[in-house]
């Protein structure tokens, strides 16, 4: 009688068991919650509903949150930079430049700055990123870039670069030699049309 009761308890807990298993209708409306990705960077006025370029191309016009992505952005806008003057290639210069005077300072330097070889995005070495201002509008990024691998020994500064979205993607709007020079404004200036 025992083994009969318990039996039947075994049985019960089984169907209870697959009840609760079972699939249930596909009519039967569901919500699903997926946490945003938490990262953290030095910069702590990142809003927390930031999107990442991890899906996207490097110069998508999102807001950027962490390091590596400052640094993947920083590299493309170096090398098309770097490799506007090096062909003095001015509309390659307007991939990358976001201000008339980013695009008049690139010409400038056609035919006078220096090069041992043609530059690389390897050649690139950026180090000390930090990433001062982050949101749809700009984003200010202080680094140290080094470009020795192919404009020679000693080429390496230090600077604050100011990315703005034109054309649909970040590119450089301004550049500042320390963070606590007036870099704020150029993230609020109206962009104007190159020439």
């Known amino acids: 009688m025992f083994g009969r009761w318990i039996t039947g308890l075994i049985v019960v807990g089984l169907a209870v068991g697959v009840w609760v298993l079972w699939p249930r209708d596909d009519n039967v409306a569901t919500t699903t ?15 927390s509903d930031a999107i990442t370029t991890s899906s996207g191309t490097v110069g998508d016009p999102k807001i950027i949150e962490t390091v590596e992505e400052a640094e993947e952005i920083l590299r493309e806008l170096w090398f098309g930079w770097f490799e506007g003057i090096y062909n003095q290639d001015e509309d390659r210069i307007k991939e990358v430049v976001a201000s008339q005077s980013q695009l008049d300072a690139a010409i400038a330097a056609f035919g006078v700055a ?18 001062l201002r982050s949101d749809a509008e700009c984003l200010a990024v202080e680094s140290t870039l080094d470009v020795s691998s192919f404009r020679g020994e000693g080429s390496t500064t230090s600077s ?4 703005r979205i034109s054309d649909g ?21 109206q962009l104007e049309p190159l020439s």
């Open 33 to 47: 919650t997926v946490a945003a990705p938490t990262t953290s960077t030095s910069n702590p006025t990142t809003t």
């Open 114 to 131: 220096s090069f041992t070889s043609e530059p690389t995005p390897e050649g690139i070495v950026l180090s000390g990123i930090e990433i």
């Open 160 to 163: 604050v670069e100011v990315l």
């Open 169 to 189: 993607r970040w590119k450089f709007a301004a550049s500042w030699s320390h963070a606590t020079d007036l870099w704020e404004q150029d993230c609020e200036a």
